[in-house]
């Protein structure tokens, strides 16, 4: 009975001493835990005042670089301002003249679009390659094309009349073009 009393004696004191342990782990953890908040707030702060100096220094930056972009597109305008005025003036454009030029464009949209045949449908037509006539290269023969004339049989057949305006709507390189050569040729060709 006596062993069993000392085993008993034995396994009460190493309960207690572990109980101890644990305890003392137990506090040990908490401290560590506290420390560990600790530090994380402390962290949290230095975070927080770097990150509002940094918005508050790329608030400025931002605004400093809205201001140079303004001021380069306000210098911008003034050279293009400049820069119109000088070419107007070297090429000898006034308002009236390009006021002339401009209603010269609207009347040969105008008169192009009567020069377009009519067709059920643009798979009625069988396009021809404009441009094997001389003089007609590919922005004429897409204008020719908004016209309503897409083969040589039209070109041979469209009013001289009716085609003057399209070379004006092409613009001033074009107008030496003679349309009276271009329908001779389609005629040959159609």
Known sequence: MATKKANKVGVEGRLDNLKAQVKE?????VNVSDQLVEASLETGEKWQK??????????????KQQDLMFSTLEELKAQYSTGNKRFKKLVGLDATRVRK????????KQKA????????????????????ITGVGPKMEQLLNDAGIFTYYQLS???????????D?????????NPADWKKEAKKLA
């Open 25 to 29: 782990l137990n506090g040990q953890a």
């Open 113 to 132: 679009t009567k020069v377009k045949v009519e067709a059920s449908s643009l798979s009625d037509l069988a396009k021809d390659d404009l441009k094997v």
């Open 50 to 63: 770097l990150m509002a100096k940094a918005l508050n220094q790329g608030t400025t930056l931002f605004g």
């Open 157 to 167: 057949m469209a009013p001289i009349k009716d085609l003057k305006p399209i070379l």
């Open 169 to 177: 709507v092409a613009g001033p390189r074009f107008k030496a073009q």
């Open 101 to 108: 030029a401009e209603r010269l464009a609207k009347s040969a």
